[in-house]
C-alpha cells in the first residue's frame, strides 16, 4: 500500500478524535435529554446513508469500462470515519434506554435482521461478481488483476445492508452488556 494512503488515513482518524470526544460525552452524560441524542443519533445515521449513496454512485456499472481509477476512495475514509462515531453513540444510546421488554422482542427480532443483512450482501455480491466475469484471478473476467477493492466492487464492502448489520449486532452487543449489569 502506498505511504500517502496510510497517512492520509491516519490524519483522517486523528481528525475524529474531536467528534468522538463530543460524542462520548453527549451519549454517556444522563443531564442531556433523549431527544437530543436521538437527533445527534438520526443526524449520524442520516449522514452515513448519504455517503453509501455517494459510493453507489461513483461506483461504475459492470456493463461500462472504467479508466478513471477508484473515485469512491474519496468517500470510503469518511464512511468508515462516520460509521464508527454512529455506532459508538448507538451503543451508548441503546445500553441506556433498553429494558426487559426490549431484550424479549430483541432476541426474536434481531437474529433476524442480521440473517437477511447477511443474506442480501452475499445476494448482491455474487450477483456483481457474476455481471463481471469472476472474480480478479479469472482471465475472463473485467476486473482481471485488480485488487477486490476497485472501482467496480465498491458497494460489495460498503452498502445499506452493513450498516444494518452492524446496527444489529451494536444492538446485541449492547443488550448483552446491558444484562451483565443487571
Do not use: H
Amino acid at each position: 500500500m502506498d505511504f500517502s494512503i496510510v497517512l492520509l488515513i491516519v490524519m483522517c482518524f486523528f481528525l475524529l478524535i474531536v467528534p468522538f470526544r463530543y460524542i462520548l460525552k453527549v451519549f454517556t452524560n444522563k443531564e442531556i435529554s433523549c431527544a437530543y441524542k436521538v437527533a445527534n443519533l438520526t443526524g449520524l445515521a442520516v449522514l452515513s446513508l448519504l455517503i453509501v449513496i455517494g459510493i453507489d454512485v461513483l461506483t461504475i456499472d459492470p456493463q461500462t469500462i472504467s479508466g478513471n481509477g477508484n473515485l469512491a476512495l474519496l468517500l470510503i475514509i469518511p464512511f468508515i470515519m462516520v460509521l464508527t462515531l454512529y455506532l459508538t453513540a448507538f451503543f451508548l444510546f441503546f445500553k441506556e434506554v433498553i429494558n426487559r421488554r426490549w431484550k424479549l422482542l430483541l432476541s426474536i427480532i434481531l437474529p433476524l435482521i442480521i440473517i437477511f443483512s447477511l443474506a442480501r450482501i452475499w445476494q448482491d455480491s455474487s450477483e456483481l461478481i457474476s455481471l463481471l466475469g469472476g472474480g480478479p484471478k479469472n482471465p475472463d473476467s473485467r476486473i482481471y488483476r485488480f485488487p477486490w477493492l476497485n472501482q467496480y466492487t465498491n458497494t460489495i464492502f460498503f452498502n445499506v445492508y452493513l450498516i444494518v448489520l452492524l446496527s444489529g449486532l451494536t444492538m446485541w452487543g449492547s443488550a448483552v452488556f446491558t444484562s451483565k449489569k443487571s
